[in-house]
């Protein structure tokens, strides 16, 4: 059967790219990409195009960056420039950038990114470095470089923080914070390398958070300052920028992880105002930054039937929307609760505030990191501080590994036949997330650890149960129920109910005598810190448009005749993903398996993302289904390309 082809619309191909240069080529469309030995020379892509296809060429370089800002911080540079600055553009023609960066006059460290705002982090304070910038177009050229130095620094803590934690000695973390999460799907460890001097929250837990609480309570002041200001509960994290949400939670209860319910799309925040959320628990303030991806926003969301002050929050006090939240970039978020209203600040600037009165005194800050439905998130957060009442963490307690289960109260009470008692403890809490999907009796509910059953209560008071939302409860354990078996301490726990509950997580704070010395197990569990994901290509999207350049109706049988298949690279989304973008060797075109086209695009080094268009002819194709797929091809042999698919049917005329 004579092979297909594809006739390339040539006054198209001049209106939708420009000038073109025609490539014929004699081959069958299958010359193999050229390798190294065994894979490991970086892939060298040559143009190729079936006979009659047209590939444009790359135009002018792209412009180079105007201003270059470098902001030294604790082990660490933020590079700013073009739409970052608030009076910076994108240069023209930009597609991405790449970034290098060295000690002293050396450029031995690069990264290709596709936003204007990148944050080099384990430097070496008080070393200089110097970067430079270059704009990157769709072929992989190269504007003029455009230089800078810094020197990082540590910046002090002037603040009169009733408590804080820089993560500066790896101890604090074991001793003054917990992770919750369903199942087993999270890790909270310090920073190795780069993020040395921070924690590193991992998770791979679909659409739900893992859950950082610190042990430390969050004090408001018994007397506001002279402007109403109660407290503040202070964060520096990257988290708002790679999780698909990250809250803060301000909780009057002994809770490990509150899941919430309301979710937000694009285009419905309101920053002024508070959203009710019928899952979080009486008196719960949550701080909701959700990143989308052209824009960001701030939210704050309470239980129903929160007091409301007479306060009037001016809509013009905050923006409506944000900036794209910066990628794997530090952000300090602060929820500074006043007398009549909660503001949020996101850098020192105003991003949402509501006439919430609490009624509380004391409250347990939770920090979320949800995920983006598949795959693994990776955030890292620097600095958790409070201004308030004077506060502190309790004594440091190491907790015993928990092996829980559901059952039922017909089991009899047994101690376990290994066990050890914790004497140096004089008891403990329990502390639970539960679902269930019909009513629930708390009543007829209890716990049992060894040979003791213990009661559940609510967590915070006058909680409503919803069926199918989660919502939490704790149990109190006396020093008779610590006893572990195993070299890992382990403490067996089975929550007893007759009715359908699902048990979402559990967690255990362990009280220590006043003078008892705690040891750590004879032998520790310490799971490895998750490797960061490798660079990955920019995700490609395509869509088939009429001749015009014009969408085509989805559905809609086509006739014989032109089409143009119109490319773009993703490459924020990939960046949020992995921290930096894979560099790009090209792109080529399948039509039903068979390669049509291959464009580089490393015309002065590796591309990074780019748009094109391709204007094609598909009267030699055979009425029925076809699939175009696009694929972006990576420098890096190892590098799995990334993939993109368009089908259309073709009838009669």
């Known amino acids: 059967m004579e092979r297909r082809r594809l006739v ?111 944050q080099i982090s384990g430097l070496e304070n008080g070393a200089e470095y110097r970067v430079e910038v270059r704009s990157v177009d769709s072929f992989g050229q190269r504007s003029a470089p455009v230089g800078g130095s810094g020197r990082p620094e540590p910046y002090p803590l002037l603040e009169p923080w009733s408590y804080v934690d820089a993560f500066d000695d790896p101890r604090t973390i074991t001793d003054n914070w917990r992770l919750g999460h369903r199942g087993s799907c999270g890790t909270a ?20 958070p893992a859950t950082l609480r610190t042990r430390t309570p969050f004090r408001l002041a018994q007397t506001p300052q002279p402007n109403g200001e109660l407290g503040r509960a202070v964060v520096e994290t990257d988290g708002s920028g790679t999780a698909q949400q990250f809250t803060i939670d301000l909780v009057p209860g ?81 929820v500074v609760v006043y007398a009549d209203r909660v503001e949020v600040l996101r850098d020192k600037q105003p991003v949402a505030a509501a006439n919430i009165v ?15 439905g598949s795959g693994p998130t990776r955030s890292t957060v620097d600095l958790v501080g409070f201004l308030g009442a004077p506060t502190s963490p309790p004594p440091a307690a190491v907790q015993p590994r928990l092996n829980w289960v559901q059952g039922t109260a017909r089991e009899p009470l047994e101690r376990p036949i290994d066990g050890r008692q914790l004497a140096q403890y004089s008891g403990a809490q329990l502390r639970l997330t539960l679902l269930s999907r019909a009513a629930v009796r708390l009543d007829q509910m209890t716990v049992r650890v060894g ?41 067996s726990v089975v929550v007893e109910y007759e009715a359908p509950l699902e048990v979402m997580q559990v967690g255990i704070e362990v009280f220590p005598e006043p003078g008892a010395r705690v040891d750590p197990p004879a032998t520790q569990s310490r799971r490895p810190l998750v490797q960061r994901t490798p660079p990955l290509l920019a995700e490609p999207r395509a869509e088939l448009l009429d001749a015009s350049a014009r969408p085509l109706v989805p559905g809609k049988t086509l006739t014989p005749g032109r089409v143009v298949l119109a490319v773009e690279l993703d490459g924020p989304a990939a960046q949020i993903a992995a921290g930096e973008l894979a560099p790009l060797a090209g792109i080529e075109v399948f039509v039903d398996n068979e390669r049509v086209a291959r464009l580089p695009t490393a015309e002065q080094g590796p591309g990074v993302a780019g748009r094109w268009r391709f204007g094609l002819n598909t009267t030699d194709l055979p009425f029925g289904p076809h699939t175009v797929e696009v694929r972006a091809i990576g420098v890096n042999p190892t590098t799995p390309p990334a993939q993109a698919f368009v089908s259309f049917l073709l009838g009669p005329a």
């Open 254 to 334: 002994p809770v490990d992880l509150v899941l919430g319910t309301v979710k937000e799309v694009e285009g419905s925040t309101r920053p002024t105002e508070a959203v009710e959320d019928q899952s979080l628990p009486p008196g719960t303030v949550r701080l909701r930054a959700t990143a989308f991806g052209d824009s960001g926003s701030a939210q704050l969301l309470v239980p129903p039937g929160t007091p409301r002050s007479a306060a009037v929050i001016a809509p013009r006090s905050v923006p409506a929307t944000l900036p794209p939240m910066p990628i794997r970039v530090r952000q300090r978020w602060e």
């Open 358 to 372: 609490v009624n509380w005194r004391e409250a347990t800050v939770l920090l979320g990191f949800t995920g983006r």
């Open 8 to 118: 390339v619309l040539l006054g198209a191909a001049v209106l939708l790219v420009g000038a073109v240069a025609v490539l014929r080529s004699t081959g069958d469309g299958t010359e193999p990409v050229r390798q190294g030995p065994r894979h490991t020379a970086p892939r060298q892509l040559e143009r190729f195009a079936t006979a009659g296809a047209i590939l444009p060429i790359p135009q002018a370089p792209p412009a180079a960056v105007s201003v270059l800002s470098v902001e030294p911080g604790p082990r660490q540079l933020l590079l700013r420039w073009g739409d970052s600055l608030s009076d910076g553009v994108v240069p023209a023609g930009a597609v991405g950038y790449e970034v290098r960066w060295g000690k002293g006059t050396a450029l031995e460290h690069s990264r290709l990114v596709a936003r204007s705002l990148v």
């Open 451 to 491: 040979a003791v059953r213990v009661p559940v209560r609510l967590a915070v008071p006058r909680t409503e149960i919803v069926p199918g939302v989660g919502f939490p409860v704790v149990a109190d354990l006396p020093n008779d129920a610590l006893v572990v078996s195993g070299e890992l301490n382990t403490l």
């Open 189 to 208: 460890l310090p920073g190795e390398g780069e993020e040395a001097g921070q924690l590193v929250i991992t998770g791979n837990c679909g659409t739900e």
